[in-house]
Structure formats: structure tokens, C-alpha cells
């Protein structure tokens, strides 16, 4: 591991760990390819038609979700760290550049990916926020099992690969 | 250069561009050394009683000034983006570990420096907004005199280094 794993905050942090069996690569390819995250990023039946990637620090990170009744969700935020293959954090509290942007419960989103000995990986998903308030909405907005339906379709799409 | 200058957005960003005759190294280390951030960093009468940083991205970057009549203002937000020597840039938006945190006219300053050919800086500070409203704030709250004095500071400490 070439990176420092985030250290949990039970009153701020929620997380999500799983063991799958694919390797590093190709869950690294899922997060950072927008043809990819389009497939698999929001759980079915919402769908992800737009994405976009400028994977760098500052870059934008984009997704628009899509409810079955034709809602849109459009998130732009920006990433912070991109450690190839290991680690990929960004926010949704900044925009591209690195600007501040205004919006409800915001939180930054840390992935982390460690090799197992069995050729899978050990993947963590961190969501931060800035209050225990804002922890509990996103939570209640069923952040672990939202997140947990979408890492079996990035799963299933990184077989595919 | 080894970064790309912040292209600047008039609608919310606010700058100060000077040419300094004291070096980028020596600039760099004023802006990055926690007993020298001390010393200049509020613009007389103004005080820095304290310093933190940790100087990477995601790292605390804490201050504490003091007014005359004793009144502290304590912020610490993290490290964004650290080009030794060129490029620094930090954000209030976020505190140490990239959380999110909350708080009034959040901003993201970026420090930019390029050595001059007859041994100077080319010196620009740029104060990134999430709206027009926090700009014009910030700018009325005395920004450009304000980080013009400390920058008199900083230059006036340097060469003393």
C-alpha cells in the first residue's frame, strides 16, 4: 500500500467494506473510466447516462442520475487524490479547480483498494461529513445499501472486462 | 512552471499579482514554515499567535490571528495542491483529511510563484469563490490591502533570511 489509509470517525464517517473477487485493476478501470461508471454507478433501476472524468486533483467529476420517472440528479464535484490503482478521493463541497461550491450535506468520498492474496480485493468506501446530522441523512438516504447494490454491478461489469 | 496557472473567473475570483525582489525559495519558505507564517501573516496590528501545518494535500493548515483589542480568529482548513517552491493551494471548504466542514464565504486561495530574471517573484494570490455575494464580500472586507500588507511582511521577513 503506497497511501495512508483514512482513519474512521464513528461520529462523522460512514463505511463500506467488502472483499470481491476481482482484482485492484479492474475495479480502478470501473471508477475511472466514464464509459464504464455510466454502467454500473447508480443502483438499478436508476440509471448514470452522463459521466465525466478529469482524473487529476482539481479535476471534475461529474454524474447525472436518473430515476426511473425521468428525475435527474446532476453532481459535479472535484477530485483530491488520485493514487493509481490504490486510492481515489474526491468532494462534493468543491468544484472543478478546486472551487467552493454551495450545496445541502456535503461529504467527500474516499476509495480504497488493497490486493487480496486470493487475486481479489479488499474494497473500502468512505463517505466524510461535516456533522453527525448530515451523517445520519446520508445515511437514512440508504448510503450503504445504495453503495453496496452498486459495487455488485461494478463487480459484475469488471468480469465482464 | 510546473503547474498550470488558475485561469481566473472575474464573476468569483479575486487576485493580487505583484513582482517581489526576493526569490520564489525564499517566498515559499515564509508561506510554509510555521515560525515564519508567524510573523507575517496578519497585516499589523494585527497577530499570528499560531501556526500549524502539515504540508501536503489534505494537511491542517491552521491559523490564529489576533486583533488589536485581543478578538482571535481561528481557522484550519487543508492543503490542496503543493508544487514546492511554485504552487500552493489551500481551502477553509475543507478541514485536515479533506472533510468537509461548514462555515461563512468558504474559499480556496491559490499562491502561484515564478522566479523573475533579475532574481524576484512574480507573486499572485487568487481567492477562489463559490458566488458573486462571497466575493464581493471578501473583497469589501479589505482583501487585496489586506494580503497586500502581509505580503510587505512576508517580503520585508525574507530578506532577513
Redesign the interface.
Known amino acids: 500500500m503506497s497511501f495512508t489509509p483514512?482513519?474512521l470517525?464513528r461520529d462523522?464517517d460512514i463505511e463500506l467494506i467488502r472483499e470481491v473477487d476481482v482484482p485492484p485493476e479492474l475495479v480502478w478501470r470501473a471508477w475511472t473510466t466514464p464509459e464504464l461508471v455510466t454502467q454500473w454507478f447508480a443502483p438499478k433501476p436508476y440509471e448514470t447516462p452522463i459521466c465525466e472524468i478529469d482524473l487529476r486533483?482539481?479535476g471534475r467529476f461529474r454524474t447525472v442520475m436518473r430515476s426511473p420517472e425521468g428525475d435527474e440528479f446532476d453532481g459535479t464535484g472535484c477530485f483530491?487524490?488520485v493514487v493509481d490503482g490504490e486510492r481515489l478521493?474526491w468532494?462534493?463541497?468543491?468544484g472543478p479547480?478546486?472551487?467552493?461550491?454551495?450545496g445541502p450535506m456535503?461529504?467527500?468520498a474516499?476509495i480504497e483498494l488493497e490486493a487480496t492474496s486470493s487475486g481479489g480485493t479488499r474494497y473500502r468506501a468512505v463517505a466524510?461529513?461535516?456533522?453527525p446530522e448530515d451523517l445520519k441523512q446520508h445515511a437514512d438516504m440508504g448510503f450503504l445499501e445504495g453503495w453496496g447494490a452498486a459495487l455488485d454491478q461494478l463487480v459484475a461489469l469488471a468480469k465482464t472486462l
Open positions: 483514512h482513519v470517525d462523522l486533483p482539481g483530491l487524490d478521493a468532494t462534493s463541497a468543491l479547480g478546486f472551487r467552493p461550491q454551495a456535503p461529504f467527500t474516499v466524510m461529513h461535516q456533522s
